[in-house]
């Protein structure tokens, strides 16, 4: 079992960049595959991108050449830079854990979510 905790939302001027840190505690991250998703105001939880536990990352059409996931393992923390944000980012950003996949039920474990505003 892993446990997962975000921080380093904010708010943030459209073109302006945010870095988020999903940090693990109970168990390996690399273990597992780490996704991203967020939820906008009204909306579903939507998938934004993953890290493999090889490694290799993969990321949704609409963050794609903008968001960047890599993995520092001697921290056990997973990361999500944010460059080029847009007032659609605007969203809860969650750091998820599991077997990986582009859907909610591929991940066991769930952060609690940090809030990105992004203000044009």
């Known amino acids: 079992q892993v446990h997962l905790v975000e921080s380093g939302g904010g708010l943030v001027l459209s073109g302006g960049s945010l870095r988020l840190s999903c940090a693990a505690s109970?168990?390996?991250?690399?273990?597992?595959?780490t996704g991203w998703f967020r939820q906008a105001p009204g909306k579903e939880r939507r998938f934004v991108g993953l890290v493999w536990t090889g490694g290799t990352t993969y990321y949704a059409d609409s963050v794609k050449g903008r968001f960047t996931i890599s993995r520092d393992n001697a921290k056990n923390t997973v990361y999500l830079q944010m460059n080029t944000l847009k007032p659609e980012d605007t969203a809860v950003y969650y750091c998820?854990?599991?077997?990986?996949?582009?859907?909610?039920?591929?991940?066991?474990?769930w952060g609690q979510g940090t809030q990105v505003t992004v203000s044009s």
């Open positions: 109970g168990r390996t991250v690399s273990s597992y595959a």
């Open positions: 998820a854990a599991g077997r990986g996949g582009g859907t909610q039920d591929a991940y066991a474990y």
